[in-house]
Structures are given as structure tokens and as C-alpha cells.
């Protein structure tokens, strides 16, 4: 991935918020990749955020390079732990961060996780 302008501040630095918009990519290729297999997707239950944390390690401006992981920290009950990275390419961590989803049914309320969403989610925290 690249900054795109959009993404930086009026000091030339990146904003914030694009971070959040940059690990919410990574963790939709995670669950893409999860969860190919699975006709109806996250459908049967939502996972709003309850929990955003992102730490800044070193600066990224317009244009700069890099790759942005994410991964899965670990599965409650009725939760999932996300962590991400953002590197430049040569290795240099620039962005930490973790978000966490509370699963819930269609009508808001607390749920527990599906076994099967349950069971794949564990096996990828394991790897």
C-alpha cells in the first residue's frame, strides 16, 4: 500500500485515522481469507468494535510504502482480538495496533461466537 494524500495532515504526516482505515483492509483480507469457504459471510451476526487502540512508532507521509498485516491475537467467548502492524519496507515498524469485535445477534445483543467462526479463528490465533 501507498499514503495517499488523503491520508496526511497539514504537517505532511499521516492523519491519525488512517491507520484505523488501513487495518480495517488488512483484517478484511484476514477473514477473506478464513472464511472463503463460507457462502453466507459474517451475515449471521455482527462484530461491532468495542475496543481501538493504535500505537505510532515511527512517521509516514505522502507517498510512502508499506505493508500492513493483521492477525488474530485471541477469541473470547463472545469476542476476537485483532493485531496489526504497519512496516515500511525495509522492515521499520511504524504503527502498532489492536481491535477488538464483540459478537452480537441481529437484533444488538451480546452473542457468543459460532463454533465454526470460533474454530477457524482459534486455529489462525494458533499459527
Known amino acids: 500500500m501507498r499514503v495517499a494524500w488523503v491520508d496526511t495532515d ?3 504526516l499521516i492523519h491519525y485515522t488512517a491507520a484505523l482505515r488501513w487495518f480495517e483492509v488488512a483484517e478484511h483480507a484476514l ?3 478464513l472464511f472463503a469457504d463460507r457462502p453466507t459471510g459474517l451475515s449471521a451476526f455482527g462484530l461491532p468494535r468495542v475496543h481501538v487502540e493504535a500505537d505510532y512508532k515511527a ?3 505522502y507517498p510512502d510504502e ?3 498485516s493483521a492477525r488474530v491475537a485471541m477469541v473470547g467467548r463472545g469476542s476476537v482480538t485483532f493485531a496489526y502492524e504497519v512496516r515500511r519496507p525495509d522492515g ?3 504503527i502498532v495496533g489492536k481491535i477488538v469485535g464483540a459478537t452480537v445477534d441481529a437484533t444488538g445483543r451480546p452473542m457468543p461466537l459460532p463454533d465454526d ?3 477457524a479463528l ?3 490465533a494458533a499459527d
Do not use: V
Request: hydrophobic share 45%; glycine share 4%; with cysteine.
Open 59 to 61: 512517521a509516514l507521509r
Open 10 to 12: 497539514a504537517s505532511g
Open 31 to 33: 477473514l477473506r481469507e
Open 117 to 119: 467462526f470460533r474454530a
Open 92 to 94: 521499520t515498524l511504524c
Open 122 to 124: 482459534e486455529r489462525a
Open 66 to 68: 508499506f505493508t500492513c
